[in-house]
């Protein structure tokens, strides 16, 4: 595995009792603002691993806390799919947060995490100092909700790591044209983990079961969500081969942001990996300007 133990594990109740992990990374005194990774749909708290240690150490050094939702990674598993849903998540969330004693964070919010920073804008915007939202936005293209549905929770089991590394290139669309191949393996093990010899997906597939019925020509409007982050400063993430945020819309949400700025990752698509050395250089600098401009007490 990639992820040696850089991390400590966190685990806490959610309000209804169900058991959540999160990964912590680097002081957890630090004088700096912490920082808070909200992975994608069916992603975990291993996605964040190469960021949250680039992160996490140096003289600029943060505490990094990478959250599994429920029924991903090391989270247990709702028994009621009706709860893999985005507000409930971002109670969740709002709960991890209390346990650890994080009143107030810089968000990397990857596809739905970037959601969950959203709404955390409406219900929470207490706890928001910054936010990098990587490759999600107010409008989300139809291609891409296509595709994820086409293989959410409906992925045969891979053999081998090899099989599981040629399933996420189909999955994937061939967004990703640039990355190497330790890049997929890393993508793989976020993905499926080793149990008894076999390669077992690490989300549970009832979350097939939120999209099975879903209209995406009639979701609901989520500018206003977009429109409440007004007051925190943003780093729109966009992979240049993305099918869920168009060009055109991180133009209308850079447009629309007093303080919006946009780095594009080159062949890669939805959702950028975060593990290239220059898009995690530009998320270092974006917090570390946030930080400068408005410091805000780390700790409770």
Known sequence: MTDGKAHRDHFSPAPDGLMLHARDYGPADSQHLPVVCLPGLTRNSHDFDVLARALSTGPQARRVVSVDY???????????????????????????????????????GTSRGGLIVMTLGTVAPQVLAGAVLNDIGPVLDLAGLERIRGYVGKLKPPRTWDEAIALLKFTTGGGFTAIDPADWRAFAEGTWREEDGTLAITYDPALMLSFATMDFK???????????????PLLVV????????????????????????????????????????????????????VETSAPVAATA
């Open 218 to 232: 009639k979701l609901p409007d989520i500018w206003p969500a977009f429109e409440a982050l007004a007051p925190v």
């Open 70 to 108: 429920r029924g991903r990674g090391l989270s247990n598993r709702d028994v009621d799919w009706r709860k893999y849903d985005v507000g409930v998540e971002t109670g969740d969330v709002l709960s991890q947060l209390a346990s650890l004693g994080i009143p107030k964070a810089l968000f990397v």
């Open 238 to 289: 966009r992979g240049e081969n993305s099918d869920l945020l168009s060009d055109a819309t991180t133009t209308d949400m850079a447009k629309r942001h007093p303080r919006c700025a946009v780095h594009l990752v080159s062949g890669q698509g939805h959702a950028p990996l975060l593990r290239d050395a220059p898009t995690i250089d530009r998320i270092r600098a974006f917090f570390d300007e």
